[in-house]
């Protein structure tokens, strides 16, 4: 007998989108658990926590795709029941914006903010065709020649829980870290996707850009490099099939660095540009 | 007679420290009148509005300089009476998150908000040393081989307000666009500083950052391009002296584009980087 061949989950109806789902409670105020499943050496991983913020807002807002979103990281969040308060700032005819907390509750029930979001939001469909991108696609290798969890080098959210549900394929140049010999350069290449084989939509794609290790690595520092402020842009809806995220860094000065991803889909298009400023703790 | 020579205005002394000044009315409360010097073509800087909205901050957190900064322009301001609300998100050791809202009054007296921003500040002066840039400075002539509003081609801030305040020398390369010859790269360089010979500051470099012409400019294209967000990481106290301001725009696709700006002080140090998302409204 032939094992079943599992299809492809959909967008809407994956693990992805249930566990970002949130619960409208009252007008501005929503409920989730927040999954283990999205941890990472115990830390809920923060493109999974922006997609949640990113979801409340497109429940609130008029419009649905995020445009620009910001968020500051304020303390670190843990699995289970969280809040999101959600307030419209402005709703206009092309552009809303808003803003989002996620809060939890400290051992004495006292509401701790984990992190706050500004964003504007818009209607990716409703734009025009028009292209004139000078950015090219990175350039890493196919998939096959790419280096994921499963017998690579690479410890990277190895026997982690948010490993089994992301396709993360490495470009081998941006390795080298893992095997003590970090290239210096300060860049970090790989394939992204959901690992049930969901397509990407603009929420995914607030994954995508925090979803790689930190580029610190391949500058060869190994400590935690937890990131304070992160801004993301969605340029587009993404295509089907997975998308290729590059990050670099270009200036680490003073115990900070800043990380900028480029999103590209599988029609070579830019579908989101983000930038992150992070701090360097010193392992 | 000769003519008084007159000394260079000082840090906290000088125009723009008297134009973005805020008085505080009551905890969190702070009135302002914005100035008609610092307009073009009626419309209030929007470099400008971000420094009167980060001193309110600076007043409010404890800690006095902006390390990420997140703008959300909702409404144009007008020159005259305003109020800025702020709000302390979390105050840390290293650093703290604040909210600050600018506001103006209808002709009815309603509350019109007119930018939205999200900041965490610290203390640049505490940082370490330590440098690992690999980003350069940009190549730009010296000063006197850079273009001016004065006996130049480029019509930028001519005769406007905000042109006697600015000291903007632009690149001879980036300004083929005033002549009917934009280069078609996106990029816009410049030497700047304030016209009465002011250092830089931390918020002097939120104006630096918004104070050149669009880039889209020298993509070829005229009209008008609001900011719809602008985020900007001050990663060193400046050195005294102008700075080198170099913008790119990498992706102009479905009516928006980014902008990148990298802010050089006369040390040769990646003082401040920037990016913001614009529309482009075609004239």
């Known amino acids: 007998m032939s094992e079943a061949v599992t299809a492809p989950a959909a967008v809407g109806d994956s693990e992805f989108d249930r566990d970002t789902a949130v619960t409208e409670r009252a007008p501005g105020l929503h409920d989730i658990d927040l999954s283990e499943g999205w941890t990472i050496f115990g830390a809920v991983n923060g493109g999974y926590l922006l997609a949640v913020l990113g979801r409340a807002l497109a429940d609130t807002l008029p419009h649905g795709d995020p445009f620009s979103l910001t968020a500051h990281y304020l303390s670190a969040s843990r699995p289970g029941p969280a809040v999101v308060r959600t307030e419209t700032v402005r709703a206009g005819r092309t552009l809303s914006t808003g803003q989002a907390s996620l809060l939890q509750y400290d051992e004495e029930g ?3 903010e984990r992190i706050r979001v500004l964003a504007s939001y818009g209607d990716l469909d409703a734009l025009p065709d028009d292209v004139r991108t000078s950015a090219k696609p990175p350039a890493i ?3 096959g020649q790419c280096f994921g969890p499963e017998g690579s080098p690479v410890p990277q959210g190895d026997q982690q829980p948010i490993a089994d549900r992301l396709m993360l394929k490495l470009d081998p ?6 095997l003590g010999q970090p290239s210096g350069k300060g860049e970090m290449r790989a394939w992204f996707g959901l690992a049930d084989g969901r397509d990407h939509d603009p929420f995914s794609l607030l994954l995508a850009v925090d979803a790689l290790p930190p580029t610190a690595f391949d500058l060869g520092i190994s400590g935690w490099v937890p990131t ?4 993301v842009h969605v340029r587009a809806r993404p295509a089907p099939g997975p998308v290729r995220v590059a990050i670099t860094t270009r200036n680490l000065a003073g115990g900070f660095l800043e990380e900028d991803a480029e999103v590209w889909d599988s029609q070579d298009r830019l579908v989101a540009q983000s930038r992150q400023l992070a ?3 010193r392992g």
Request: charged share 20%.
């Open 110 to 112: 006292r509401e701790v």
């Open 173 to 178: 140049a941006t390795v080298g870290w893992a």
């Open 279 to 281: 701090r360097v703790l």
């Open 141 to 143: 290798p196919p998939p």
């Open 228 to 231: 304070i402020e992160l801004t």
